[in-house]
C-alpha cells in the first residue's frame, strides 16, 4: 500500500511549498502588487485624526506634515511648498477658520478672566482685570490665527479626504484607510 498522501491544507500554503516558477527573485503564491507606484512613500502615515491636527497644532501642511507654509506669522502661502497641497480647497474655506479663531480666542479670554479674578479674589481690581482682558482680546486673535487656518484644513481633510483634484504631489499621498465594512 501506498502511505497516505500529506495534506497542505490550502493552495496557498501548497503554492508556498512548491518551486517558485518565476525565478529566485519572486515570492512562490504572492500576486504581484497591481499598482506599485501606489505607495510611493509607505512611511507616510494614514491622514487620521492625531496625525492631521498634530501637524496642525504645529503649524505644518496637515497632508504631509512639511513646514515653510507660513510667511511670517500670520500670511499663509497658496500651496504648500513640499507636497503641493492647496490649502483654500473651496471658495469661502476660511470662514470656518475664523470661527475657529473666534471660539478659540474667547474661550481663553474667558479663562484669563476667571483665572485673574479668582487670583485676586476677595479684593479684585477693576482696573487690572479689565487691562488683562483687554491684552487678551487684542492679542488672542492673530495669536491664534495661523492655527485656526492649519486646525481648520485639518478637519476638513478628515471631513472631505484627499481627491485627484487636490493635485498633491503623487509621491505625498498617504496611504489608504482601509475602507469601513457596512
Ligand atoms: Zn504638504
Redesign the pocket.
Known amino acids: 500500500m501506498h502511505p497516505p498522501r500529506p495534506r497542505t491544507g490550502t493552495d496557498a500554503g501548497l503554492r508556498a511549498t512548491m518551486p517558485c516558477p518565476g525565478g529566485p527573485g519572486m515570492m512562490g503564491g504572492m500576486p504581484p502588487d497591481p499598482d506599485p507606484d501606489a505607495h510611493v512613500a509607505p512611511d507616510l502615515p494614514p491622514l487620521t485624526i492625531p496625525v492631521v491636527f498634530g501637524r496642525a497644532l504645529r503649524r505644518r ?6 513646514g515653510g ?1 507660513f510667511r511670517r506669522w500670520l500670511h499663509l502661502v497658496e500651496r ?6 492647496r490649502f483654500e480647497r473651496i471658495e469661502g474655506h476660511w470662514l470656518g477658520s475664523l470661527a475657529v479663531n473666534s471660539v478659540a480666542s474667547f474661550g481663553i479670554l474667558l479663562l484669563v478672566l476667571v483665572v485673574a479674578f479668582a487670583a485676586s479674589y476677595p479684593d479684585p481690581s477693576i482696573p487690572v482685570l479689565l487691562g488683562v482682558t483687554v491684552g487678551a482680546a487684542i492679542f488672542l486673535p492673530p495669536f491664534l490665527f495661523p492655527y485656526s487656518k492649519t486646525t481648520w484644513t485639518a478637519a476638513d481633510l478628515i471631513a472631505r479626504p484627499l481627491t485627484p483634484d487636490d493635485l ?1 504631489d503623487p509621491r ?1 499621498w498617504p496611504p489608504q484607510r482601509p475602507p469601513r465594512r457596512r
Open positions: 501642511c496637515p497632508v504631509c506634515g512639511g507654509i504648500c511648498p513640499t507636497c503641493g497641497f498633491v505625498y
